[in-house]
């Protein structure tokens, strides 16, 4: 979120649809680290681990479940994060990314996960409790 309370989105190459910047663990990484490296290769910005605050969990089969091209099925677990500091101009990463901006309503069409991830931050902010579902 930026000093005006806007959301960074994110138009994904893949599938056209808006979403908040993520990703996949590499081997090795702890969950803030895949956090601060997808957020810059996505987004251009640089974000210090320490700067990033954990909200919430996403363990929801009907969210995240993947079917990968060999025909295995997934499921993925998300530990979301908001962060207020950064450094950098955005600058979307074009081999993911069709274009990246701020917005104080989340744009259309969002991925489904993003829509949830949203209510889980919207409790968070309300409440100040970690969320989970």
Do not use: K
């Amino acid at each position: 979120m930026d000093a005006d309370d806007r959301i960074l989105f994110q138009r994904s190459r893949d599938s056209g649809l808006w979403e908040l910047p993520a990703g996949g663990a590499e081997p090795g990484d702890s969950f803030r680290r895949t956090a601060a490296r997808e957020f810059s290769e996505e987004t251009g910005l640089v974000v210090a681990e320490e700067d990033l605050i954990p909200f919430a969990s996403v363990s929801r089969a009907d969210i995240h479940t993947l079917t990968y091209p060999n025909g295995d099925v997934v499921q993925c677990f998300a530990l979301c994060f908001e962060t207020r500091r950064w450094t950098g101009t955005l600058n979307p990463g074009e081999d993911e990314v069709l274009e990246a901006a701020f917005f104080v309503t989340p744009p259309t069409p969002l991925h489904p996960p993003t829509e949830l991830v949203l209510r889980l931050h919207s409790a968070y902010r309300q409440t100040g409790l970690f969320q989970a579902c």
